[in-house]
């Protein structure tokens, strides 16, 4: 019994280090699941693990783990969210994912893998950011204010904008009788894909300023 509560502790230790590892970047930029959250996922899974393998002999670990596994979607589908042109929170939700995987190999004693799990997660997901700023610099910002008739026809912008690889970076809508206004910041890699945007809206009869 000593045993297995000195393994207990040391469990609760490590999840709890891996969480704030992992959770600690999504905290400084404010996202919806950061450092108490993610933290506790690993805890959690871990201790489930742990439970599965030491408090039920007769039964299959693997469908706690399985369980787990479900769990955490749920848990990840909340902090996805969506707006009119754009979805926002996946990153923080693979976050949760991988925080749980990491929980339950510390979970099966299987430490060193989380531990080179959590630092090689923490190291994409900042190299990655720092990667990304350098070549969202490269990108060329375009301003477009559009005149739709309908809210329907966010659909069909939105679209374009999926298709032709582009990135919204702000927008903003208005609404009054006479129809819908929006003003869109995109960037682009290249021109060339902004002046297939524009050659869109002309054949679908959109009106824009630029």
């Known amino acids: 019994m000593e045993q297995d509560l000195g393994s207990f502790i040391y469990v609760i230790f490590i999840s709890t280090l891996c969480g704030f590892i992992l959770g600690f970047e999504r905290e400084i930029h404010n996202k919806p699941a950061g450092l108490k959250t993610i933290t506790l996922v690993v805890i959690g899974s871990a201790v489930f693990t742990f439970v599965s393998i030491k408090g039920f002999n007769t039964t299959d670990e693997s469908r706690v783990a399985a369980q787990i596994v479900s769990g955490i979607g749920f848990l990840g589908a909340g ?3 969506r707006s009119e042109l754009k979805v926002i929170g996946l990153t923080t939700a693979a976050t949760l994912w991988v925080a749980a995987a990491v929980g339950m190999l510390i979970g099966t004693g299987l430490v060193i893998y989380a531990i080179i799990s959590t630092v090689v997660v923490f190291v994409i997901i900042n190299l990655f950011r720092v990667f990304e700023a350098k070549l969202a610099g490269k990108y060329m910002v375009f301003e477009i204010t559009i005149f739709l008739d309908n809210e329907d026809d966010l659909y069909i912008i939105r679209e374009l904008v999926e298709n032709l690889g ?5 927008f903003e809508i208005d609404k009054s009788s006479a129809g819908i206004i929006l003003k869109l ?14 050659k869109e809206l002309k054949r679908k009869n959109i009106k824009y300023s630029l």
């Open 185 to 198: 910041k995109v960037v682009s890699l290249l021109v060339l894909f902004f002046d297939n945007f524009i």
């Open 166 to 170: 582009m990135k919204v970076e702000k």
């Open 79 to 81: 902090v996805i969210l």
